[in-house]
């Protein structure tokens, strides 16, 4: 079974900043879009970042210029820098891996972000 694993989650004060990475296996990671989504309770699964094979990148307008997804190649990893941090940035984050955004074939087992005094 195909697995995404994930990390660096964690608590965080307001204005703090995260970065959790999202590895992939070599010919997942070479061949579809990753990106992550989240989601709290009570709220419906939220699209946060999107990145292509060549580096093009999609964010909701709510969260453009506090979060940034990025690839390493090398490393097979993909990377989401959280800056900024607020407590309603609380859910657990989920990587994928698909053709699109919209069709993802592969998920990660989440990583919890808590935004919290």
């Known amino acids: 079974q195909v697995r995404l694993v994930e990390s660096g989650g964690g608590l965080v004060q307001p204005g703090g900043s995260l970065r959790p990475s999202c590895a992939a296996p070599?010919?997942?990671?070479?061949?579809?879009?990753l990106g992550w989504y989240r989601q709290s309770p009570g709220k419906e699964r939220e699209l946060v970042a999107a990145?292509?094979?060549?580096?093009?990148?999609i964010y909701p307008d709510s969260l453009k210029g506090r979060f940034t997804i990025s690839r390493a190649d090398a490393e097979n990893t993909v990377y989401l820098q959280m800056t900024s941090l607020k407590s309603e940035d609380t859910a657990v984050y989920y990587c994928?891996?698909?053709?699109?955004?919209?069709?993802?074939?592969?998920w990660g087992q989440g990583t919890q972000v808590t935004v919290s005094s």
């Open positions: 990145i292509s094979i060549s580096g093009d990148t």
């Open positions: 994928y891996a698909g053709p699109n955004r919209l069709n993802p074939y592969y």
């Open positions: 070599r010919g997942i990671f070479s061949t579809y879009e």
